[in-house]
């Protein structure tokens, strides 16, 4: 890995992925307290991902993304107080403890979600980018999705319509090995995700997704490529996930040694760690100094999510329907 950022994007970098991974721990506890209920995705092992890509993104650029989201939602810059008081099913959630893990925005962010229906958010994702284009803001839509995603026909109509039209948008494909269960190899029969556009003219490229700097240049390229008038870039990215589909799957289909293989040798954060150390001398009091900061934010979410009252029955019927034209 080369020297190419300055060591306060590293530390900023550094924090976010921790944030994320010190987040949906907690999570996960909650969870296992019965105090967040319903599904729960979680992101943890996944974290280069989502850092990577949002360094690169302009104010204008829009993000969507499937049920695997609240690493999204806090790289995205969504306050942790809130996503955790979604997740808690209270009022002071994003979503005013309605919609949940898999149903939370932020217009402020250009954050839409957060789908829990598999693959449905890619074409609106292509719909966002058409918004764009219509508009001519130079924004860029980033829609992201799952290799069990990856396979479904509404993401091949997408991409048709996006490279009919040269929408200005990038498809991440976050190839996790496995859709729920079962591991890409025995679900797909071309796993070359990245190369599945060829037909309609759309270029891609893999890359390892467990290495920060390796997510941010690519994800540079794929999104000047969109951005400059082109049309849309199928981005993969190799990655791993170490808990189960959900927080129901105790995820017996793969070994414990293929997982702690993963985390001893792949680990994004332990990895970029590493990398701080050795290229900016980062002290190991500098790094545990940003720990307790991160420690401190999470129990900050963890007691406002606790203390937020829940939402009172008479919000059933609101935020039901918005009348809006988008194009205006």
């Known amino acids: 890995m080369t020297k190419s950022i ?43 991902v989502v850092v990577g890509i949002q360094a690169v993104l302009e104010p204008q650029d829009t993000i969507i ?23 808690t099913g209270r009022i002071g959630g994003y979503s005013k403890g309605k919609g949940g893990s898999m149903h939370m925005f932020s217009r402020e962010k250009n954050f839409f979600g957060g789908h829990g229906i598999v693959g449905a958010q890619v074409p609106i ?18 829609t992201s999705m799952g290799d069990g995603a990856a396979n479904q026909g509404q993401v091949y109509e997408s991409y048709n319509m996006a490279a009919l039209w040269k929408l200005p948008i990038v498809y991440v494909i976050e190839n996790n090995h496995y859709g729920m269960g079962t591991s890409v190899e025995r679900s797909s029969a071309g796993p070359n995700y990245y190369g599945r556009g060829q037909g309609w003219g759309i270029p891609g490229e893999k890359v390892d997704g467990m290495v920060y700097l390796e997510v941010k240049e690519a994800a540079k390229r794929a999104i000047a490529h969109a951005r400059s008038g082109k049309g849309p870039f199928i981005l993969e990215l190799d990655t791993y996930r170490y808990r189960g589909h959900s927080m129901s799957d105790p995820a017996k289909y793969r070994s414990k040694e293929e997982v702690d293989t993963v985390k001893l040798k792949r680990d994004p954060i332990d990895y970029f760690k590493e990398y701080m150390i050795k290229t900016f001398k980062i002290s190991e009091d500098q790094i545990k100094m940003i720990e307790d900061e991160i420690k401190a934010v999470v129990l900050e979410a963890v007691e406002f999510s606790k203390s937020s009252p829940e939402p009172d029955p008479s919000e059933l019927y609101t935020d039901v329907l918005k009348e809006e034209n988008i194009f205006s």
Do not use: N, W
């Open 6 to 48: 300055s060591q306060e994007e590293a530390l900023k970098a550094y924090r976010e992925m921790l944030l994320i991974r010190r987040f949906e721990e907690r999570a996960a506890q909650l969870y296992g307290m019965g105090l967040i209920a319903g599904f729960c995705h979680l992101y943890i092992g996944q974290e280069a």
């Open 65 to 87: 993304t499937a049920y695997r989201d609240h690493g999204h939602m806090l790289a995205a810059g969504m306050d942790p107080k809130g996503v955790m008081a979604e997740l």
């Open 125 to 142: 994702g292509t719909g966002l980018a058409f918004a764009h284009k219509y508009k001519e803001d130079g924004g860029v839509c980033i």
